[in-house]
T-cell receptor, first 109, second 117 residues
Framework: GQNIDQPTEMTATEGAIVQINCTYQTSGFNGLFWYQQHAGEAPTFLSY????GLEEKGRFSSFLSRSKGYSYLLLKELQMKDSASYLC??????????FGAGTTVTVRA | GAVVSQHPSRVICKSGTSVKIECRSL??????MFWYRQFPKQSLMLMATSNEGSKATYEQGVEKDKFLINHASLTLSTLTVTSAHPEDSSFYIC?????????????FGPGTRLTVT
């Protein structure tokens, strides 16, 4: 099966930066995704990495190292509305998405 | 971006009854849709891959006779939970890939919260 690990919880202050790490071991690799999910809602797409390196999109950036099986999501200038669960998901060799358990980020004033 | 809808958003049913959940791609055609289940404070687990015009592919441990999937058109897939029991209570989410957008991103529906009493 697939193995995707990310921290359970993180807390940060409004305006700060938080980095959420994700490590994975999958059967084949066809891209890594980060999703944001608020309680009781469906996930919304944040970023997609298929090649090594950093992808920047506004306040959110995502990094991938395929050789290390490692990614991180960087959230800058944190806002209260960023309090949510952040899901790391890997698309395997069969093009199926496997999700990590999610990291709950709490932003404090 | 592409929009996926689900209906109903919430449903409460009695044990032993069946419930049908619809997943629609509103502005694109999806040959493949995916059904996920999410229990409280857990991540999404893929249940099955729904293929238009052919049988669904179920993940290991998912009973195909209990979770019936029909993908009758390029914009609609349905999941029927047959003979539902309290342990089937969960958040069911569908997703679809838009081939016109390169198919890299899965667009998720808003989810259906099923409660079986």
């Amino acid at each position: 099966g697939q193995n995707i690990d990310q921290p359970t919880e993180m807390t940060a202050t409004e305006g700060a930066i938080v980095q959420i790490n994700c490590t994975y071991q999958t059967s084949g690799f066809n891209g890594l995704f980060w999703y944001q999910q608020h309680a009781g809602e469906a996930p919304t797409f944040l970023s997609y990495n298929v090649l090594d390196g950093l992808e920047e999109k506004g306040r959110f950036s995502s990094f991938l190292s395929r050789s290390k099986g490692y990614s991180y999501l960087l959230l800058k200038e944190l806002q209260m509305k960023d309090s949510a669960s952040y899901l790391c998901a890997v698309r395997d060799g069969d093009y199926k998405l496997s999700f990590g358990a999610g990291t709950t980020v709490t932003v404090r004033a | 971006g592409a929009v996926v809808s689900q209906h109903p958003s919430r449903v409460i049913c009695k044990s032993g009854t069946s419930v049908k959940i619809e997943c629609r791609s509103l502005d694109f055609q999806a040959t493949t849709m995916f059904w996920y289940r999410q229990f409280p404070k857990q991540s999404l687990m893929l249940m099955a891959t729904s293929n238009e015009g052919s049988k669904a592919t179920y993940e290991q441990g998912v009973e195909k006779d209990k979770f019936l999937i029909n993908h009758a058109s390029l914009t609609l897939s349905t999941l029927t939970v047959t003979s539902a029991h309290p342990e089937d209570s969960s958040f069911y989410i569908c997703s679809a890939e838009d081939p016109g957008q390169g198919g890299d991103e899965q667009y998720f529906g808003p989810g259906t919260r099923l409660t079986v009493t």
